[in-house]
């Protein structure tokens, strides 16, 4: 399968706890997307890289949130001091984008419950 | 004003129905456009992308109007397994940062495809 994969597919934790999510984007796309997505809700931007720097953040990321992505490949997300507030469908995409072409491909999502 | 406003629905449609959704977008700046699919606790997937001079795909249509802001989506011939959430998706309306690269999603439209 080479499409996006995410780890673990589903992770409930209790509130106060770190969590840390992981995402391998499709082989070769240089764009690696985070994004959060609760019940009945679209998708909301978090977070993105081109290959390992980090251009943008949304007002969501508070500062408990953080990503990384060390060596352009994968990445992580790490969620610090979980709240019941941050249960949700956690979606990864990667894209490369071919001039004004820009393709995202969703992963499986992370879904995460803070009890 | 949300950024990308969508009907939610749902839309109850016999098969072999024609059925249609528009979504409106706020942001006059936005550079591209999709219809994402969804199905229930699955990843959005791409149906397909919106292009100013429209575009057909099988027995799907979408169009664009720059001037009013809203992209329309039209399935012709429904089958049962076209129910699903249909996401309007805009690129290009911008973030803290400055950035214009993450996806802005609707809440979705609801289609249940009734035999």
């Known amino acids: 399968d080479t499409g996006v994969s995410q780890n673990p597919r589903h992770k409930i934790t209790k509130r106060g706890q770190n969590v840390t999510f992981r995402c391998d984007p499709i082989s070769e796309h240089n764009r690696l997307y985070w994004y959060r997505q609760t019940l009945g809700q679209g998708p909301e931007f978090l977070t993105y890289?081109?290959?390992?720097?980090?251009?943008?953040k949304s007002r969501l990321l508070s500062d408990r949130f953080s990503a990384e992505r060390p060596k352009g490949s994968f990445s992580t997300l790490e969620i610090q001091r979980t709240e019941q507030g941050d249960s949700a469908m956690y979606l990864c995409?990667?894209?490369?984008?071919?001039?004004?072409?820009?393709?995202?491909?969703f992963g499986p999502g992370t879904r995460l419950t803070v009890l | 004003r949300k950024e990308v406003e969508q009907d939610p629905g749902p839309f109850n449609v016999p098969e072999g129905a024609t059925v249609a959704f528009n979504c409106t977008y706020s942001n006059s700046a936005s550079q591209s456009f999709f219809w994402y699919r969804q199905d229930c606790r699955k990843e959005p997937k791409l149906l397909m992308s919106?292009?100013?001079s429209g575009n057909e795909d099988g027995r799907f249509t979408a169009q664009l109007n720059r001037a009013s802001q809203y992209i329309s989506l039209l399935i012709r011939d429904s089958k049962l397994s076209d129910s699903a959430t249909y996401l309007c998706v805009v690129n290009g309306v911008g973030y803290s940062g400055g950035g214009a690269d993450g996806l802005t999603f609707g809440k979705g439209t609801h289609l249940i495809i009734q035999p």
């Open positions: 890289f081109q290959n390992e720097a980090q251009l943008e």
């Open positions: 995409a990667s894209s490369r984008p071919i001039g004004a072409r820009d393709t995202q491909y």
């Open positions: 919106v292009y100013s």
